[in-house]
């Protein structure tokens, strides 16, 4: 096939999976595609079918390549969601729901577990507070409501299960793994403690890998022009974002903006254990960075969840609304005229300082200081063992709204926002041109494009 030598990356999110075709000679992306990712919703939150996940990932890739430009398909990089997973059985056929990273399930397992492995013993060995969110909560309510997982021989991350089902083996990646409650920190090598007291068998969870290391090749029963391309597992989307949007410099501090927001700072190990008791405590929790031999420290918040609370709240279900909704709320003082969100992730948020004139702009001005203002908090946490940042960097689905921007410079600060249409989808396809061998390293990738002057929503 001629043409110049292409690379793929795949970003399975929590509302869409994404693509992107980006060129490796200088890493421009060049073509896109996307699809809804294929919740069911469930009283607890939600679930999907993993055959019904991958078949949209290979959609999103499948429009990205038909908008792409002629040339051989060097690597493909699958970066995901974390802490959802899917149960395999000996045949590699799915054996349950893959439960939502947000899903309530696993409360009472999560307790037992505080219980069983201890509340300050746990965070200690996993960087992670005890929270029913990670896989190791979910894969025992799993196994106490789905009698069929008992016959699981392994276990896959999201974008571990695409990769194999793009032909590719087995892996654990370590930043998803990081994620699962199941990994030593500091040994970097599974918690055998923790996966006994979750009565998964044996050889569950596949060999750790780095991401950017290969895991093998593209086969031809799925999209032909991936065929034979080297695959690569790139890690958790925040943290393949980071790479995507160029954050990956001693002292960045990465601000991932998307249904869920996380701030990154790549740090070298190992992390005191005193810090790391005091980050867990803070919500800050501490595992391996797709970069190699780096640890990340991540803070997170249900930020774009929230927000799209406020907008459906509001009324706003459209782009020309919500432009005339942002330029309003650009005209409001910091402070929203004393209006204030309390409690902005919890199950019933609350609005207090209603004056005698609100408006959608005032509500909505407040909604987006009380996600910025918990970023700043996060950040501060991260900085007491991280120390200063040099530089603030932003991207994600949410970065693209000019109001949370124009709040987030007055809360945190100057930053940049490098010109990338999708962060995780290109930080996938460079992981899979170090793993294809077009790059040496984190530190031979090209750059995004700077950002254009912003433009006045006034």
Known sequence: ????????????????????????????????????????????????????????????????????????????????????????????RP????????????????????????????????????????????????????????????????????????GGEQVAELSLASRTGLLDLERRAWWEEARAWAEAPPGLLGDLVQAGSPAGRAGRGQLSRLAGATLTVAGHDHLSASVGAGATRPGDLFDSCGTAEALIRAVQPPVAADDVRRLVAAHITVGWHVLPGRQALLGSSRAGLALQRFLDLLGVGDDQARDELDR?????????????????????????????????????????EAVAGRAAELRAHIESVAGPSRRLVLAGGWAKNPAARSVKRALLGPFDWPQVTQAGARGAALLAGVAAGRYGGIDELPGPAPAAPERSLR
């Open 1 to 92: 096939m001629s043409g110049e030598e292409l690379l793929v990356g795949i970003d399975v999110g929590t509302t869409l999976c994404k693509a992107a075709v980006v060129r490796a000679a200088d890493g421009t992306e060049v073509a896109h595609g996307a699809t809804r990712t294929p919740w069911t919703v469930v009283p607890t939150g939600a679930e999907l079918a993993p055959e019904r996940l991958l078949e949209a990932a290979l959609a999103a890739t499948a429009a990205a390549l038909e908008h792409a430009p002629g040339g051989p398909v060097a690597g493909v990089g699958v970066t995901s969601m974390a802490e959802t997973g899917v149960l395999l059985d000996g045949r590699g």
């Open 95 to 166: 054996l349950a729901p893959a439960i939502a990273w947000h899903d309530a399930r696993g409360e009472a397992e999560a307790a037992r577990l505080a219980a069983d492995l201890g509340a300050e013993r746990f965070p200690a060995r996993t960087g992670l507070p005890v929270r029913p969110l990670w896989s190791i909560a979910k894969y025992a309510w799993l196994r106490a409501h789905h009698p069929e997982v008992a016959a699981a021989v392994r276990w896959l991350a999201v974008a571990e299960w695409v990769v194999n089902g793009l």
């Open 328 to 368: 309003a709320a650009a005209d409001v003082p910091p402070g929203s005229g004393g209006l204030a969100v309390r409690d902005m992730f919890g199950d019933r948020v609350a609005l207090e300082g209603i004056g005698a004139d609100p408006s959608p702009a005032l509500v909505w001005r407040a909604a987006l």
